[in-house]
């Protein structure tokens, strides 16, 4: 097992944006933190109101964009937009290429997501995009599967075998999620305070578990936790 704290990850700030890493990306380098097998990239951005966060392009990356607070508008090379919500994903499996803005559409409140890319198996394939929407009687206490390879149970299929889920607890609830042998997981503290397998973390801290059977996790007592769960090989990580 391994902690990443808040507050040790990368920071940047850039007209009306404030990200920070927890993996080494763009100008942040840290040959600590390069990634976590095929997953390359946790960046937790907050965007000012009437803010865009560039207009960039990508190729060959799985990139999920999860919104914390507010809304973001997701506009692709083609001008299509789409209005994300808290809960929302939105999948953009980038392929041979592509180009994409992100906004925020509000002028008084910012907005907070987190975006994760991973490497898929396959170069080269046509870019597509998908949206999973939040349920709209979501309750604090749930495990919700946001992204897998096969796109079961409503969520986004992501081309590479690694599963993304959230789970949330409710002041002082626990909660336990198996892992499988040949797996490792790194869960990303959306809202804290969580103890997860006896460690006490924060909002924005990360932690690594590999060679356990079951994630243990305990909201603190007077607030809800929400922590972000991928799954994948254990053998990816070298």
Same mark, same amino acid.
């Given at each position: ?210 060679? $356990? ?13 929400? $922590?972000?769960? $991928? ?8």
């Amino acid at each position: 097992m391994a902690i990443r704290r808040s507050a040790m990850r990368g920071r940047s700030q850039l007209d009306g944006a404030e990200t920070w890493y927890s993996f080494s990306f763009g100008r942040y380098l840290d040959p600590e933190h390069m990634g976590f097998g095929p997953l390359r990239a946790i960046n937790e951005t907050q965007l000012a109101p009437g803010k865009t966060f560039g207009d960039h392009g990508q190729a060959n990356m799985e990139i999920l964009t999860l919104v914390l607070e507010g809304q973001l508008e997701h506009r692709d090379a083609a001008g299509i937009s789409s209005i994300l919500e808290p809960g929302d994903v939105h999948h953009l499996s980038a392929g041979l290429g592509t180009r994409c803005a992100l906004r925020n559409p509000s002028d008084h409140q910012p907005t907070r997501f987190l975006e994760l890319w991973v490497v898929p198996e396959t170069d080269g394939l046509p870019p597509a995009q998908q949206i999973a929407r939040r349920p709209a009687d979501e309750p604090a206490s749930h495990q919700r599967l946001l992204g897998s390879r096969n796109g079961r149970d409503r969520s986004v299929a992501i081309r590479r075998d690694v599963e993304v889920c959230s789970i949330g607890l409710a002041p002082a609830e626990h909660g336990s999620r198996p892992i499988a042998e040949g797996r490792a997981l790194w869960v990303q503290v959306l809202r804290g305070p969580v103890t997860i397998n006896g460690h006490a973390l924060s909002s924005g801290d990360g932690f690594s578990v590999r060679r $356990c059977p079951m994630l243990e996790m305990t909201a603190g007592s007077h607030q809800r936790a929400t $922590c972000l769960v $991928c799954d994948l090989e254990e053998a990816l990580l070298g």
